[in-house]
């Protein structure tokens, strides 16, 4: 008998046992569970931030690019305007007197000429005389240089440069025009009179705009499609 209730007690104790095991089992699973859910929403809420931010950045590099371009043709249509105006009176010039030699002197004629002189003495200048396509040869026979617009009366002058499109080069050999003919003033006439200066085109260079009216010029900005002109004085006008 004492084998048998031994046995039975042998019996008893281990399903205590195992049922203790299943219990902690099932805890140590559902803690398991628990854990791996929390870090699956970890890792998931981690995610939709990397996203959102990413979003974000992304649209603001869209949004910098789409402004980048807007600008980039903004200043293509303004090149393409200023092409389209050159291209369109360099045609009708070719068309008018046979070829681009005379197309600066065309200019001149047709649209800076006109209404120059009262214009310019709206700036307090006095000029009674507007000659176009001056040149001055030096003693001996050799070109000085060449001017394509002159105003002047007794006491001062006005050495105008006319392009269809204004460069920083076009400025600086202007420039030295104005050198040269202060150098040579007993030959060119400039002897005791004040000289001025101004660039007239159609389109003007950005660095070609500053060089000029840092250096005092009037500039003259030539409209084709009314051939008219709109001059601006400098800060302080240069004198040569």
């Known amino acids: 008998m004492t084998s ?3 046995l039975e007690d042998i019996v008893a104790q281990l399903g205590v046992t195992m049922v203790e095991t299943r219990k902690e089992w099932k805890e140590s699973l559902a803690e398991s569970q628990k854990k791996w859910e929390e870090t699956q929403a970890e890792s998931q809420k981690k995610w939709e931030e990397t996203q959102a931010e990413s ?3 992304w649209e603001e590099t869209k949004k910098r690019m789409a402004e980048g371009w807007e600008r980039t043709e903004r200043a293509l249509d303004r090149m393409s305007a200023e092409h389209e105006k050159s291209e369109r009176l360099m045609q009708r010039l070719e ?3 046979g070829g681009l030699n005379n197309s600066i002197g065309e200019i001149v004629e047709m649209i800076v000429i006109p209404g120059v002189k009262e214009k310019m003495n709206a700036f307090r200048h006095t000029f009674t005389m507007a000659s176009p396509r001056k040149e001055y040869s030096d003693t001996d026979g050799s070109t000085l240089t060449e001017v394509d617009l ?4 007794c006491d001062e002058v006005m050495v ?4 269809t499109q204004v460069s920083k080069k076009w400025v600086e050999r202007h420039l030295k025009r104005l050198e040269i003919l202060r150098q040579k003033e ?8 004040t000289m001025y200066a101004a660039v007239a085109g159609i389109g003007f260079d950005e660095e070609a705009r ?6 005092g010029m009037y500039l003259i900005d030539i409209n084709e499609d009314t051939e008219r002109i709109d001059i601006k004085a400098p800060d302080e006008a240069g004198t040569w």
């Not at 002159?150 to 009366?153: A, F, M, P, R, S």
């Not at 500053?210 to 250096?215: G, V, Y």
């Open 150 to 153: 002159l105003l002047e009366n």
């Open 4 to 6: 048998m209730t031994t």
């Open 210 to 215: 500053e060089l000029a009216a840092k250096s």
């Open 55 to 57: 979003q974000k950045k």
């Open 160 to 163: 105008v440069e006319v392009k």
């Open 186 to 193: 007993r030959i060119t006439g400039m002897t005791g009179k």
């Open 95 to 97: 068309k008018n007197m």
